[in-house]
């Protein structure tokens, strides 16, 4: 089975900074895409960020571009989010998933992910 786990969420002032970190777990990790969603209170999942098989295409959301950063280690099975300067607006649970098919590109759409993590709380605070 494929199990992702995603860590690093807590709570920060506007302004901060915040690393994710989702381990994946029973997969050829190298081949997939990988992304991040993100789902505030009362809202659908939207699209963060994302980065290809190959980690030399990255996607982003409008919202987060020029703050949020994707990042993948392949040698340690690792997708990473790194996140400034922070706005009370992405306080959310993020979540990462796992492309479908192997050798995808960065797609920011969620019907294309098969394998989800739990999501880590990120609260920023005004």
């Known amino acids: 089975q494929v199990q992702l786990v995603e860590s690093g969420g807590g709570l920060v002032q506007a302004g901060g900074s915040l690393r994710l970190s989702c381990a994946v777990a029973?997969?050829?990790?190298?081949?997939?895409?990988m992304a991040w969603f993100r789902q505030g209170p009362g809202k659908e999942r939207d699209f963060v960020a994302a980065?290809?098989?190959?980690?030399?295409?990255?996607n982003y959301a409008v919202s987060v571009k020029g703050r949020f950063t994707i990042s993948r280690d392949n040698a340690k099975n690792t997708v990473l989010l790194q996140m400034n300067s922070l706005k009370p607006e992405d306080t959310a649970i993020y979540f990462c998933a796992t492309h479908r098919v192997r050798y995808s590109g960065a797609s920011s759409s969620p019907g294309e992910y098969d394998y989800w993590g739990q999501g880590t709380q990120v609260t920023v605070s005004s």
């Open positions: 980065i290809n098989w190959r980690g030399d295409t990255t």
């Open positions: 029973g997969r050829t990790f190298r081949v997939y895409a």
